[in-house]
């Protein structure tokens, strides 16, 4: 059962950016697409980004030009740098597989607060 521990979040004002980093246990990370996703209290989780195996990204319209997905199979890692941050993009950022297999790969996320 791959696991995944969130982290980087934290208070920003808008405008400034954040590098979200996510560690994945298991050895099924290299060939398995991931993706980013958020969550405001009282909403649906959102996709925000995604990244293939082999390194092919995609991205929410809302994220678009500000945010760029990455990932180091070596280290079973995957990152999201986060630019230009605005208040909506306040949330709990979480990674997974994508798409997601199992409710019990979720890890505790990271509280990413864009204010001022």
């Known amino acids: 059962q791959v696991q995944f521990v969130e982290s980087g979040g934290g208070l920003v004002q808008p405008g400034g950016s954040l590098r979200l980093s996510c560690a994945a246990s298991?050895?099924?990370?290299?060939?398995?697409?991931m993706g980013w996703y958020r969550q405001v209290p009282g909403n649906q989780r959102e996709l925000v980004a995604t990244?293939?195996?082999?390194?092919?990204?995609n991205y929410a319209d809302s994220v678009k030009g500000r945010f760029t997905i990455s990932r180091d199979n070596a280290k079973n890692t995957v990152y999201l740098q986060m630019n230009s941050l605005k208040p909506e993009d306040t949330a709990v950022y979480y990674c997974n597989l994508y798409p997601p297999r199992s409710p019990a790969n979720w890890g505790r996320g990271s509280q990413v607060t864009v204010s001022s």
């Open positions: 298991g050895s099924i990370f290299g060939g398995y697409a």
């Open positions: 990244i293939t195996s082999g390194g092919r990204t």
